[in-house]
């Protein structure tokens, strides 16, 4: 990634773990800062260190949890699905016999591993992060290089804490202007999506750039470089700036006292240089964005909540044609249909993608007082039992289950037809996790991706609705259910618990 | 690792494009903590389909994959490759690979081909006049032939090295220990540690 001219901020990261820089071709050997593990793509990298007789070469900068095979109600209970339960045994054994740091179903920092590595204030600006989930895009909101590596790779960070990768491409998103209320985080990334399509980001690195972008929180640019994969791109990253630092500050693993001054003269020095150049860059309007929904089969299937389908062979591209012909057809809809008019079975409030506390917030501040619609079933799942408990310190636990809503434990949930939470054959769902595929949230399942505040909306009226749909509410979004005031304070005090190995 | 210089056998056409990986194994299959068994996995909830091309028994011994752009998008799982593996493909081709899917392949010794869309759309074609009509794809020349029909195809030249002689990652990557630690040795301090816990 070396040029003449300026760096951009994932070149930098990139040159300061090099360990041997890689001749004629040859991958350059990255060195890897943290690397979270979890049960499901861990299992056979373990039992490939023990085939070859090699131990785990750092486990200090190695952290396990269970969320994709966990269920979200009767954690204290034994998993009742036999193959579910040899998969977290399998992890714990591994842990304990490789000395890996385990934070296991029950404990407090228990959760979505892309949840569990910031809220630890283990991610941060300027370090390298694998884990084996494509989501790992979601740690470079910190300024981090980020990204999802199979098994082998998985076992290749194990046995030696580095991984021999060839250089990103660099793609700069830009998002200029002021999100209209109502509008969020994931209405900006489910629009680039539409935009470079799901294979736009292929061989990049995506840096998200711009007013629109500065102005978000440390959850909405989480969400953001979530989605990063789903544009085909392995990471996505925001320079760390001010937001960044306070988010940071005081978490249990972040730096101290020198360190932290030490750091944050680093960090400073890491966005992109003014003369750095891009290998490609897209710009976006946040003035006119709207909330975004999906129709199909892929994330790039999406249109405006307040469109309408479009009609397959407005596609240019035969291969996009067939693919939109296949998505309605499994959709079980038809083009022209207005989104709107869409009915829903459920709704999914949760996933790495949105189920951090600002999204807890944003989805109870709508539906505050109000009742489900009749015969939708509303699931929401905090991302890791931290947030689950500032949650219920401010009461969304109440307003969720007076709603008629489903409280749950936390977890990967139905964002996977994998756990016990899965929608049934045929049925429609309005979810704020990442993925649309077939079957994705369970066999025959079909699933419309959405912002938590359109989840809300969508919760109250049946039919996928934004809040500004929703009476009383005068076209403007209602305020925030708790005063952020009590749950900055009520944060800080769960900081301060310990966890377990 | 084995060998590959020359993948030859039956080829199936996979008509379809962006065919994520929760496609090519769906999620209920990812419970397993091994790394072979994933046969009747491949495909599982296209499989139900008596149309699926992998139901006609023309195909039932295919051991090249012909498929349509962005092949293996979405999830990291690596379980798509040993899925494929499994089956009996030794090689994937595309006009595109999600990255991560590509790089799962060349490390279990599944050739990921990257051709031109034309020539999967000629392949394709063949393939449909003539069902088991005999493929090859060649390492050494990096070309892949369907009958009378021959494209050259695109992989990067480390993993096409790795793949023919056979190396292992990790093994390799050792011989530079020296290097990794005098790496961590400059470790800033502030960089993050998962232990001891706080
Ligand atoms: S929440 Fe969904 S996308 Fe995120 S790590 Fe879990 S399964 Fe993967």
Redesign the interface.
Known sequence: MAKALGRTLAEKVWDDHV??R?E????D?L?I??HLIHE??S??AF?GLRM?G?PVR??????ATED??TPTLNITKQIA?P??R??IE?LRRNCEEFGV?LHPLGDVEQGIVHVVGPQL????PG?TVVC???HTSTHGAFGAMAF??????V??VL????L?L?PFKTMAITVEGELRDGVTAKDIILAVIAKIG??GG??YVLEYRGSAIRALSMEGRMTICNMS??A???AGMVAPDQTTYDYLKGR??A?KGA??D??IA?WNTLPTDEDAVFDAEVFLDANELEPFVTWGT?PGQGVLLSDAIPAPESFDDP??Q??AR?ALEYMDLAAGTRMKDIRVDAVFMGSCTNSRIEDLRAFASVIKGKKKADGVRVMVVPGSARVRLEAEAEGIDKIVEEFGAEWRFAGCSMC???NPDQLAPGERCASTSN?N????QG?GGRTHLVSPLVAAATAVRGTLSGPWDLEGLDGRMPETAVGAGAAAQVGNDLRTQ???? | MEKITVVDGVAVPLERAQVDTDQIIPAEFLKRVTKTGFDDALFFAWRQDPDFVLNDPAFASGTVLVAGPDFGTGSSREHAVWALRDYGFRAVISPRFGDIFRGNSGKQGLLAAQVTEDAVETMWRLIREKPGIPASVDLVSKTVTVGEFTAPFEIDDYTRWRLLEGLDDIALTLRDESSITRFENARQSWRPLTLPAQ
């Open positions: 360990v041997v890689g004629d071709g040859a991958p050997l060195y800062d943290l499901v793509t299992p056979q039992d070859a090699r750092r486990p200090d900068l190695t952290i994709h095979n699905d193959v579910s040899i998969q399998t740091r204030g283990l991610t941060m370090i084996g989930d494509s999802g590596i199979g098994t082998s790779e076992e290749h046995a030696t804490q580095t021999p060839t799901t294979g292929q061989g994969i789903e085909g791109a392995r249990p693993h730096p360190d932290w030490a750091a680093y892929n291969n996009e067939a693919s296949r996977l037809g994998m993925r595929f077939e079957g994705r066999k310990g966890g377990t190995r």
